[in-house]
Protein backbone atom coordinates (compact mmCIF):
# COMPACT_ATOMS: atom_id res chain seq x y z
CA UNK A 1 0.00 0.00 0.00
CA UNK A 2 1.45 3.47 -0.50
CA UNK A 3 0.64 7.01 0.61
CA UNK A 4 -1.43 7.99 -2.59
CA UNK A 5 -5.01 8.04 -1.12
CA UNK A 6 -3.60 8.97 2.39
CA UNK A 7 -1.95 12.00 2.16
CA UNK A 8 -3.87 15.16 2.81
CA UNK A 9 -3.82 18.32 0.13
CA UNK A 10 -5.33 20.47 2.77
CA UNK A 11 -2.61 21.96 5.59
CA UNK A 12 -1.84 24.83 7.79
CA UNK A 13 1.36 26.77 6.73
CA UNK A 14 2.80 29.97 8.06
CA UNK A 15 6.08 32.08 6.93
CA UNK A 16 9.70 31.57 8.86
CA UNK A 17 9.42 34.66 10.02
CA UNK A 18 5.96 34.33 11.59
CA UNK A 19 5.90 35.14 15.14
CA UNK A 20 5.02 31.96 18.06
CA UNK A 21 2.07 34.08 19.65
CA UNK A 22 0.55 33.06 15.82
CA UNK A 23 1.53 29.55 15.98
CA UNK A 24 0.35 28.97 19.39
CA UNK A 25 -3.34 30.67 18.78
CA UNK A 26 -3.59 28.41 15.33
CA UNK A 27 -2.51 24.96 17.39
CA UNK A 28 -5.58 26.03 19.66
CA UNK A 29 -7.97 27.04 17.09
CA UNK A 30 -7.08 24.54 14.58
CA UNK A 31 -5.84 21.82 16.40
CA UNK A 32 -3.36 20.86 13.73
CA UNK A 33 -1.06 17.42 13.64
CA UNK A 34 1.45 19.94 12.60
CA UNK A 35 2.29 23.07 10.81
CA UNK A 36 4.09 23.20 7.26
CA UNK A 37 6.82 26.61 7.21
CA UNK A 38 8.02 28.09 4.17
CA UNK A 39 10.75 30.59 3.23
CA UNK A 40 10.10 32.40 -0.18
CA UNK A 41 7.10 29.94 -0.73
CA UNK A 42 9.72 27.05 -0.43
CA UNK A 43 9.18 24.09 2.19
CA UNK A 44 11.56 24.98 4.62
CA UNK A 45 10.57 22.58 8.22
CA UNK A 46 7.98 21.54 10.33
CA UNK A 47 6.32 22.39 13.93
CA UNK A 48 4.43 20.50 16.15
CA UNK A 49 3.42 21.08 19.94
CA UNK A 50 6.61 19.39 21.14
CA UNK A 51 8.91 22.27 19.48
CA UNK A 52 6.63 24.72 21.38
CA UNK A 53 7.70 23.03 24.83
CA UNK A 54 11.36 24.89 24.67
CA UNK A 55 11.45 27.15 27.69
CA UNK A 56 11.44 30.83 27.70
CA UNK A 57 10.60 31.25 24.41
CA UNK A 58 9.25 34.86 23.64
CA UNK A 59 5.63 35.40 21.87
CA UNK A 60 7.47 37.58 19.14
CA UNK A 61 10.27 34.87 18.49
CA UNK A 62 10.31 33.69 14.86
CA UNK A 63 8.67 30.34 14.16
CA UNK A 64 12.44 29.25 12.41
CA UNK A 65 14.14 29.04 15.89
CA UNK A 66 11.59 25.99 16.58
CA UNK A 67 10.48 24.69 13.13
CA UNK A 68 12.14 20.80 12.80
CA UNK A 69 13.42 19.58 9.78
CA UNK A 70 11.12 16.65 8.51
CA UNK A 71 11.58 14.21 5.81
CA UNK A 72 9.98 14.90 2.27
CA UNK A 73 7.88 11.89 1.25
CA UNK A 74 6.27 11.58 -2.57
CA UNK A 75 3.48 10.96 -2.88
CA UNK A 76 3.34 7.14 -3.88
CA UNK A 77 5.73 6.11 -1.35
CA UNK A 78 5.24 3.02 0.41
CA UNK A 79 3.18 3.08 3.89
CA UNK A 80 5.97 0.96 5.51
CA UNK A 81 9.10 3.15 3.93
CA UNK A 82 6.82 6.48 5.19
CA UNK A 83 6.35 5.40 8.55
CA UNK A 84 9.78 4.78 9.33
CA UNK A 85 10.56 8.20 8.00
CA UNK A 86 8.12 9.67 10.28
CA UNK A 87 9.64 7.54 13.04
CA UNK A 88 13.35 8.09 12.54
CA UNK A 89 12.89 12.01 11.54
CA UNK A 90 11.06 11.72 15.53
CA UNK A 91 7.98 13.74 13.68
CA UNK A 92 4.03 13.51 13.55
CA UNK A 93 3.88 15.53 9.74
CA UNK A 94 6.31 15.09 6.69
CA UNK A 95 5.53 17.09 3.54
CA UNK A 96 4.39 15.30 0.48
CA UNK A 97 5.59 15.67 -3.21
CA UNK A 98 4.38 15.18 -5.94
CA UNK A 99 6.83 15.32 -8.66
CA UNK A 100 8.29 19.17 -7.75
CA UNK A 101 5.36 20.21 -6.25
CA UNK A 102 4.51 20.48 -2.61
CA UNK A 103 1.48 18.60 -2.51
CA UNK A 104 0.08 18.17 1.09
CA UNK A 105 0.98 16.16 4.36
CA UNK A 106 1.32 12.78 5.66
CA UNK A 107 0.46 12.87 9.47
CA UNK A 108 0.82 9.58 12.03
CA UNK A 109 -3.16 9.79 12.11
CA UNK A 110 -3.38 9.25 8.48
CA UNK A 111 -1.38 6.50 8.44
CA UNK A 112 -2.75 4.30 11.23
CA UNK A 113 -6.63 4.98 10.34
CA UNK A 114 -5.30 3.24 6.70
CA UNK A 115 -4.14 0.21 8.54
CA UNK A 116 -6.13 0.05 11.83
CA UNK A 117 -7.86 -3.14 10.21
CA UNK A 118 -4.85 -5.00 9.88
CA UNK A 119 -3.86 -4.69 13.74
CA UNK A 120 -5.34 -7.60 15.06
CA UNK A 121 -2.36 -10.04 14.29
CA UNK A 122 -0.69 -7.84 17.16
CA UNK A 123 -1.06 -7.33 20.83
CA UNK A 124 -0.23 -4.09 22.97
CA UNK A 125 3.06 -6.58 25.20
CA UNK A 126 5.05 -6.65 21.75
CA UNK A 127 5.14 -2.80 21.19
CA UNK A 128 4.74 -1.22 24.46
CA UNK A 129 7.30 0.46 26.29
CA UNK A 130 8.21 -1.20 29.80
CA UNK A 131 10.49 0.83 31.21
CA UNK A 132 8.26 4.03 32.02
CA UNK A 133 9.04 7.53 32.83
CA UNK A 134 6.93 8.71 35.50
CA UNK A 135 6.29 11.93 37.71
CA UNK A 136 4.47 12.61 41.07
CA UNK A 137 1.37 14.62 41.33
CA UNK A 138 2.68 17.03 43.52
CA UNK A 139 6.01 17.82 41.54
CA UNK A 140 5.90 20.94 39.49
CA UNK A 141 5.13 21.21 36.27
CA UNK A 142 8.60 22.46 35.57
CA UNK A 143 10.02 19.38 36.52
CA UNK A 144 7.55 17.67 34.43
CA UNK A 145 8.77 19.53 31.51
CA UNK A 146 12.27 18.59 32.20
CA UNK A 147 11.57 14.86 32.34
CA UNK A 148 9.39 14.89 28.66
CA UNK A 149 12.74 16.92 27.56
CA UNK A 150 15.87 15.22 28.96
CA UNK A 151 14.14 11.21 28.10
CA UNK A 152 12.15 12.34 24.59
CA UNK A 153 8.75 11.05 25.80
CA UNK A 154 5.21 12.56 25.00
CA UNK A 155 3.72 11.90 28.29
CA UNK A 156 4.47 11.15 31.78
CA UNK A 157 2.19 8.51 34.44
CA UNK A 158 1.53 10.42 37.19
CA UNK A 159 1.55 8.58 40.57
CA UNK A 160 0.27 9.63 44.04
CA UNK A 161 2.41 8.49 47.11
CA UNK A 162 1.79 5.47 47.00
CA UNK A 163 2.40 4.80 43.34
CA UNK A 164 -0.70 4.36 42.32
CA UNK A 165 -1.32 5.61 38.50
CA UNK A 166 -3.80 9.46 39.01
CA UNK A 167 -3.81 10.79 36.02
CA UNK A 168 -1.49 11.56 33.20
CA UNK A 169 0.84 14.52 32.01
CA UNK A 170 1.54 15.33 28.30
CA UNK A 171 2.95 17.97 26.06
CA UNK A 172 -0.40 18.90 25.19
CA UNK A 173 -1.40 19.09 28.82
CA UNK A 174 1.18 21.66 29.39
CA UNK A 175 0.90 23.34 25.58
CA UNK A 176 -3.14 24.03 26.45
CA UNK A 177 -2.53 25.06 29.94
CA UNK A 178 0.56 27.62 28.56
CA UNK A 179 -1.87 29.26 26.06
CA UNK A 180 -4.99 29.51 28.25
CA UNK A 181 -2.31 30.96 31.21
CA UNK A 182 -0.76 33.43 28.84
CA UNK A 183 -4.34 35.00 27.34
CA UNK A 184 -6.08 35.07 30.92
CA UNK A 185 -3.03 37.04 32.34
CA UNK A 186 -2.94 39.40 29.50
CA UNK A 187 -0.07 41.73 30.52
CA UNK A 188 2.30 41.94 33.18
CA UNK A 189 5.66 40.27 34.11
CA UNK A 190 6.58 37.73 31.70
CA UNK A 191 9.56 36.18 33.42
CA UNK A 192 7.42 36.05 36.78
CA UNK A 193 3.82 34.55 34.88
CA UNK A 194 6.41 31.71 33.57
CA UNK A 195 8.24 30.82 36.73
CA UNK A 196 5.01 30.84 38.56
CA UNK A 197 3.51 28.26 35.84
CA UNK A 198 6.15 26.01 36.67
CA UNK A 199 5.63 26.24 40.07
CA UNK A 200 1.93 24.93 39.72
CA UNK A 201 1.78 21.09 41.03
CA UNK A 202 1.23 18.28 38.15
CA UNK A 203 -2.41 17.02 39.36
CA UNK A 204 -3.60 20.86 38.17
CA UNK A 205 -2.89 19.97 35.04
CA UNK A 206 -2.67 16.46 34.38
CA UNK A 207 -5.66 14.13 32.79
CA UNK A 208 -7.45 11.81 34.99
CA UNK A 209 -9.28 9.65 34.80
CA UNK A 210 -6.82 7.62 32.89
CA UNK A 211 -7.07 6.18 29.40
CA UNK A 212 -5.70 2.79 29.66
CA UNK A 213 -4.99 -0.81 28.02
CA UNK A 214 -3.81 -4.50 29.30
CA UNK A 215 -0.59 -6.28 27.97
CA UNK A 216 -3.45 -9.02 26.02
CA UNK A 217 -5.25 -6.59 24.10
CA UNK A 218 -4.47 -6.19 20.45
CA UNK A 219 -2.89 -3.20 18.82
CA UNK A 220 -6.34 -2.28 16.41
CA UNK A 221 -8.57 -2.21 19.61
CA UNK A 222 -5.83 0.27 21.80
CA UNK A 223 -5.35 2.41 18.46
CA UNK A 224 -9.73 2.83 18.25
CA UNK A 225 -9.57 3.64 21.74
CA UNK A 226 -6.71 6.52 21.01
CA UNK A 227 -8.59 7.63 18.31
CA UNK A 228 -11.97 7.63 20.48
CA UNK A 229 -10.53 9.28 23.09
CA UNK A 230 -8.19 11.85 20.97
CA UNK A 231 -5.19 10.47 22.69
CA UNK A 232 -1.57 9.65 21.59
CA UNK A 233 -0.72 7.05 23.61
CA UNK A 234 -2.33 4.71 26.82
CA UNK A 235 -1.05 3.31 29.77
CA UNK A 236 -0.57 -0.29 29.88
CA UNK A 237 -2.14 -1.92 33.42
CA UNK A 238 -2.70 -5.17 34.77
CA UNK A 239 -6.24 -6.29 34.77
CA UNK A 240 -8.07 -4.78 37.42
CA UNK A 241 -4.70 -2.76 39.03
CA UNK A 242 -3.84 0.71 38.85
CA UNK A 243 -0.23 0.22 38.96
CA UNK A 244 1.81 0.70 35.53
CA UNK A 245 3.03 -1.59 33.57
CA UNK A 246 4.16 0.12 30.55
CA UNK A 247 3.07 2.46 27.53
CA UNK A 248 2.28 1.66 24.50
CA UNK A 249 1.82 5.28 21.50
CA UNK A 250 1.01 5.93 18.21
CA UNK A 251 5.05 6.24 17.39
CA UNK A 252 4.96 2.69 18.99
CA UNK A 253 2.45 1.27 16.20
CA UNK A 254 4.08 3.23 13.47
CA UNK A 255 7.57 1.65 14.73
CA UNK A 256 5.58 -1.63 14.20
CA UNK A 257 4.71 -0.97 10.70
CA UNK A 258 8.06 -1.25 9.83
CA UNK A 259 8.52 -4.21 11.77
CA UNK A 260 9.36 -7.14 8.56
CA UNK A 261 9.25 -11.21 8.49
CA UNK A 262 12.62 -11.21 6.69
CA UNK A 263 15.97 -12.73 8.32
CA UNK A 264 17.87 -9.44 8.57
CA UNK A 265 17.56 -7.38 11.23
CA UNK A 266 15.59 -3.96 10.99
CA UNK A 267 16.86 -1.37 12.93
CA UNK A 268 15.07 2.46 13.14
CA UNK A 269 17.37 5.47 14.68
CA UNK A 270 15.43 8.60 15.64
CA UNK A 271 17.32 11.59 15.59
CA UNK A 272 19.69 10.46 13.00
CA UNK A 273 20.99 13.82 12.58
CA UNK A 274 23.22 13.62 15.45
CA UNK A 275 25.03 11.09 14.15
CA UNK A 276 28.72 12.52 14.10
CA UNK A 277 31.94 10.29 13.74
CA UNK A 278 29.66 6.85 13.50
CA UNK A 279 27.76 5.63 10.38
CA UNK A 280 24.23 4.19 10.36
CA UNK A 281 25.91 0.98 9.15
CA UNK A 282 28.30 0.61 11.87
CA UNK A 283 25.31 1.04 14.25
CA UNK A 284 23.59 -1.42 12.73
CA UNK A 285 26.49 -4.42 12.32
CA UNK A 286 27.38 -3.59 16.12
CA UNK A 287 23.86 -4.27 16.62
CA UNK A 288 24.00 -7.62 14.69
CA UNK A 289 27.01 -8.47 16.34
CA UNK A 290 25.60 -8.37 19.90
CA UNK A 291 22.51 -10.66 18.59
CA UNK A 292 24.61 -13.20 17.04
CA UNK A 293 26.69 -13.95 19.96
CA UNK A 294 23.19 -15.08 21.37
CA UNK A 295 21.70 -17.88 19.28
CA UNK A 296 18.64 -18.38 20.99
CA UNK A 297 17.74 -14.80 20.79
CA UNK A 298 16.12 -13.72 17.55
CA UNK A 299 16.23 -9.97 17.34
CA UNK A 300 13.20 -8.91 15.20
CA UNK A 301 13.42 -5.09 15.31
CA UNK A 302 15.99 -2.90 17.23
CA UNK A 303 15.20 1.18 17.83
CA UNK A 304 18.07 3.21 18.64
CA UNK A 305 17.50 6.75 19.80
CA UNK A 306 19.69 9.65 19.92
CA UNK A 307 19.06 13.17 22.27
CA UNK A 308 21.22 16.01 22.93
CA UNK A 309 21.87 17.66 26.04
CA UNK A 310 22.93 21.37 26.23
CA UNK A 311 25.79 20.31 28.01
CA UNK A 312 29.17 20.56 25.87
CA UNK A 313 32.91 19.85 26.04
CA UNK A 314 35.06 20.95 23.85
CA UNK A 315 31.69 21.88 21.48
CA UNK A 316 30.80 18.57 21.61
CA UNK A 317 27.40 18.03 22.98
CA UNK A 318 26.48 15.54 25.23
CA UNK A 319 24.17 12.35 24.19
CA UNK A 320 21.89 10.08 25.73
CA UNK A 321 21.51 6.76 23.59
CA UNK A 322 18.59 4.20 23.83
CA UNK A 323 18.66 1.11 22.94
CA UNK A 324 15.61 -0.87 22.52
CA UNK A 325 15.36 -4.58 20.82
CA UNK A 326 12.63 -6.55 20.39
CA UNK A 327 13.09 -10.33 20.28
CA UNK A 328 11.75 -13.49 20.57
CA UNK A 329 12.26 -13.65 24.83
CA UNK A 330 10.76 -10.03 24.80
CA UNK A 331 11.84 -6.86 25.06
CA UNK A 332 15.44 -5.65 25.84
CA UNK A 333 17.19 -2.25 26.56
CA UNK A 334 20.58 -0.25 27.26
CA UNK A 335 20.91 3.29 27.98
CA UNK A 336 24.08 5.58 27.90
CA UNK A 337 25.54 9.10 28.10
CA UNK A 338 28.66 10.20 26.50
CA UNK A 339 30.03 13.12 24.44
CA UNK A 340 29.13 12.48 20.69
CA UNK A 341 26.90 10.31 19.19
CA UNK A 342 29.48 7.63 18.64
CA UNK A 343 30.82 7.31 22.47
CA UNK A 344 27.04 7.02 23.95
CA UNK A 345 26.04 4.92 21.42
CA UNK A 346 28.70 2.41 23.11
CA UNK A 347 28.45 2.93 26.43
CA UNK A 348 24.41 1.92 25.73
CA UNK A 349 25.53 -1.36 23.51
CA UNK A 350 27.74 -2.45 26.65
CA UNK A 351 24.52 -1.76 28.94
CA UNK A 352 22.48 -3.70 26.50
CA UNK A 353 24.85 -6.49 26.60
CA UNK A 354 24.70 -6.88 29.82
CA UNK A 355 21.45 -7.00 29.71
CA UNK A 356 21.33 -9.26 26.96
CA UNK A 357 23.44 -11.59 28.99
CA UNK A 358 21.48 -11.51 32.44
CA UNK A 359 18.50 -12.66 30.18
CA UNK A 360 20.90 -15.47 28.82
CA UNK A 361 21.59 -16.34 32.48
CA UNK A 362 18.16 -16.24 33.98
CA UNK A 363 16.78 -18.67 30.89
CA UNK A 364 19.93 -21.12 31.61
CA UNK A 365 19.24 -20.96 35.30
CA UNK A 366 15.68 -22.12 34.37
CA UNK A 367 16.12 -24.70 31.80
CA UNK A 368 19.52 -26.14 34.42
CA UNK A 369 16.45 -26.29 37.38
CA UNK A 370 14.02 -27.67 35.38
CA UNK A 371 16.62 -30.48 34.00
CA UNK A 372 18.04 -31.22 37.64
CA UNK A 373 13.74 -31.83 38.69
CA UNK A 374 13.64 -34.04 36.03
CA UNK A 375 16.52 -35.94 37.43
CA UNK A 376 15.37 -36.06 40.80
CA UNK A 377 11.96 -37.72 39.28
CA UNK A 378 13.48 -40.01 37.70
CA UNK A 379 15.60 -41.22 41.27
Given at each position: ???A??A?????EV????R??????IF??E???????????E???????????????????????V?????????????????R?????DV?I?P??E?????G??T?D??L?A??????AI??E??????V???G??????R????L???GVSR??ALD????L??????N?I????V?????QG??????D?D???????????????V??????????????MF??E????????????T???I?T?T??L???T??????M???IT??????????????????Q??DK??????I???V????????L?????I????????????VGGS??G????H??H?????L????LEI??V?????????????????
Amino acid sequence: MNIANIAAPEYVEVDVDERLAKVRSIFERENPKGIVVTEDGEYAGVVGEKQLLRSRMEDDTKVSAVMKSAPSVDRTEDVRETARLLVEGDVKIAPVYEGEKLYGIVTVDQILEAVVDSLDAITVEQIATEEVVGIGETDSVGRAINRLRENGVSRLPALDDDGTLVGVVTTNDIVEFVVRDQERQGSGDRAGDIDRMLDIPVYDIMSSPVVTTTADETVRAAVERMFDNEVSGLVVTPDGSDTVAGIVTKTDVLRALTFTEEDSMDVQITNVDLLDTTTRGHIVESIEQVADKYAAMHVIHAHVRFHAHKEKLRGTPLIQCQIRLRTNEGQVGGSGEGYGAEHAFHVALDKLERNVLEIKGVNADEEYRGQLLRKLGEL
